[in-house]
């Protein structure tokens, strides 16, 4: 009797802790429908893209090769966030809409706002710079670049390219007003979300979509 209560007891721990990483994987917050409600148009920041290469890869890469390449990496994910974005808003699925990425940019350009200095700014200084409701901002870890131009990069760097794309990926929203953070999605990456940018930021918003907080009941 006792060991099948010692049982009973170490499923109800186990499914309470897979529950709880369930639950961190996806954040919204409690006043999303009060801080949003006015919400009309919301701007995609480049992503802040760290790309993790091995000892050997890193001999024949220099620090300003690196750079550029991690800002490629993260301009292809602001990209394919707007792609999937558009195509799915095409089908009248969401409550707002999105700025152009190449609006954002110019207009983060013309405010001398740069990769470097982007993250001296608040959301809420973003926001009113790009004159719009709030930020999807974000980081993109990943052991290989997943973008054509950064990958076709590093194999003229370094000889090849690597095979396995793991790392981790993090898409929060900020409201352009009080600058709170509104919700976050974080997801790892593996082989199975795809080996390119499109392609994974693609299947990672599928998995997201149900909780994604401006999409329409």
Same mark, same amino acid.
């Given at each position: 009797?006792?060991?099948?209560?010692?049982?009973?007891?170490?499923?109800?721990?186990?499914?309470?802790?897979?529950?709880?990483?369930?639950?961190?994987?996806?954040?919204?917050?409690?006043?999303?429908?009060?801080?949003?409600?006015?919400?009309?148009?919301?701007?995609?920041?480049?992503?802040?893209?760290?790309?993790?290469?091995?000892?050997?890869?890193?001999?024949?890469? =220099?620090?300003?090769?690196? /750079?550029? &390449?991690?800002?490629?990496?993260? $301009? *292809?994910?602001?990209? @394919?966030?707007?792609? +999937?974005?558009?195509?799915?808003?095409?089908?009248?699925?969401?409550?707002?809409?999105?700025?152009?990425?190449?609006?954002?940019?110019?207009?983060?350009?013309?405010?001398?706002?740069?990769?470097?200095?982007?993250?001296?700014?608040?959301?809420?200084?973003?926001?009113?710079?790009?004159?719009?409701?709030?930020?999807?901002?974000? =980081?993109?870890?990943?052991? /290989?670049? &997943?973008?054509?131009?950064?990958? $076709? *990069?590093?194999?003229? @760097?370094?000889?090849? +390219?690597?095979?396995?794309?793991?790392?981790?990926?993090?898409?929060?929203?900020?409201?352009?007003?009080?600058?709170?953070?509104?919700?976050?999605?974080?997801?790892?990456?593996?082989?199975?979300?795809?080996?390119?940018?499109?392609?994974?930021?693609?299947?990672?918003?599928?998995?997201?979509?149900?909780?994604?907080?401006?999409?329409?009941?």
């Amino acid at each position: 009797m006792k060991t099948t209560s010692a049982f009973v007891l170490l499923l109800a721990l186990v499914f309470s802790l897979g529950a709880s990483a369930q639950t961190k994987e996806i954040y919204t917050n409690p006043a999303f429908a009060t801080l949003a409600k006015q919400h009309k148009v919301i701007a995609i920041i480049p992503f802040d893209a760290k790309i993790g290469l091995r000892p050997n890869q890193m001999k024949n890469m =220099t620090p300003e090769r690196m /750079k550029e &390449m991690e800002k490629n990496e993260g $301009l *292809a994910v602001q990209s @394919a966030l707007q792609t +999937y974005f558009l195509k799915v808003s095409s089908k009248d699925d969401f409550t707002i809409s999105f700025q152009d990425a190449a609006t954002t940019n110019a207009l983060l350009l013309k405010n001398n706002i740069t990769t470097e200095n982007i993250k001296s700014f608040t959301p809420a200084e973003l926001s009113k710079v790009l004159g719009v409701d709030g930020i999807i901002s974000g =980081t993109f870890s990943t052991d /290989k670049p &997943m973008s054509d131009g950064a990958s $076709l *990069a590093l194999g003229l @760097a370094v000889g090849f +390219y690597g095979a396995t794309n793991s790392g981790k990926t993090a898409i929060n929203i900020h409201d352009g007003t009080s600058g709170e953070l509104l919700w976050k999605y974080e997801k790892s990456l593996s082989r199975g979300l795809g080996s390119d940018t499109n392609t994974i930021i693609t299947t990672i918003m599928r998995k997201a979509s149900k909780k994604f907080p401006y999409a329409k009941i």
